[in-house]
């Protein structure tokens, strides 16, 4: 496990136990208690976390981690959901991406597709997010369009009223919606308010829209609801998702694909 790894690894387990301990920290990670202190002194130092005697607790926005620390996380799982939902594009599409880690290797996937390769543009992204804007913004098979608004740091997601009056005038063929949880009965969810006003905007403009989430996503909730499961036409998830949450969104008329 390298350094990256094993800092995203202790943001995950503050931000699910709420206080974490040195010892206890060291023997899972099998490092030593010296370098999980570095760690955790060095998280600390970003605001990711609060420093205690022995470990550390959960820090005000624990919940909601920039999105360089949540890259690492199921990457495996990503890269096949992602090259999963990059088959269901075809030439001339106007596609919609919002922001995080699945949806910036979904925009990988596209933009490395031997099928919308060429000199022309074969594509249309919409996008809220910066990160997936330059990553694009230099490949001549796609037109990268970004909404506007303003950009939350966390995420390198663009909110606010500038993006919502944008996405009003528009259509999408089909929108990837990354998500922080998803629910068979409750919806889809994001840790920000604005995060979610936007993702529901890029869902309710496109006449297909695909949730792409791991397994570990599913069944949950956050803060702020996205949309309606009704809303929603497919999930795109890995083959190691609970069967029973499988079943579920089946049966809420949800057509799921297994990477």
């Known amino acids: 496990m390298d350094r990256h790894e094993r800092l ?11 206080k974490i301990d040195v010892e ?39 919940y909601d981690l920039p999105l360089r620390h949540k890259a690492a996380r199921k990457a495996p799982e990503k890269q096949r959901i992602s090259a999963a939902a ?18 910036t290797e ?17 594509l249309t992204v919409v996008t809220n997010a910066l990160n997936i804007a330059h990553e694009l913004a230099v490949r001549p098979n796609i037109k990268i369009v970004v909404t506007g608004g303003v950009a939350r740091q966390h995420s390198f997601e663009l909110t606010g009223p500038l993006a919502s009056l944008f996405l009003d005038q528009i259509t999408l063929d089909l929108t990837f919606l990354g998500v922080d949880a ?23 403009q496109a006449r297909h829209v695909a949730v792409i989430a791991d397994g570990g996503k599913l069944g949950g909730h956050a803060f702020a609801r996205i949309c309606d499961t009704a809303m929603v036409d497919q999930l795109i ?18 057509e799921v694909l297994l990477a």
């Open 8 to 18: 995203s690894a202790l943001l995950d387990m503050v931000g699910q136990r709420e």
């Open 86 to 103: 990059a088959s269901l594009v075809e030439r001339g599409m106007v596609i919609g991406l919002n922001g995080g880690t699945t949806s």
């Open 106 to 122: 979904v925009a990988r996937a596209l933009a490395l597709s031997p099928e919308l390769a060429g000199s022309t543009q074969a």
């Open 182 to 204: 998803f629910d068979a009965e409750r919806g889809a969810y994001a840790h920000h308010e604005g995060e979610a006003s936007i993702n529901r905007l890029l869902a309710s």
């Open 24 to 62: 206890e920290s060291a023997e899972e990670l099998d490092v030593s208690p010296a370098t999980i202190r570095r760690d955790l002194d060095h998280l600390a130092g970003r605001q990711l976390l609060t420093r205690t005697r022995g470990g550390a607790v959960a820090g005000n926005v624990a």
């Open 237 to 254: 998830t890995d083959t190691g998702a609970d069967p029973e949450q499988v079943a579920a969104f089946e049966a809420a008329g949800v």
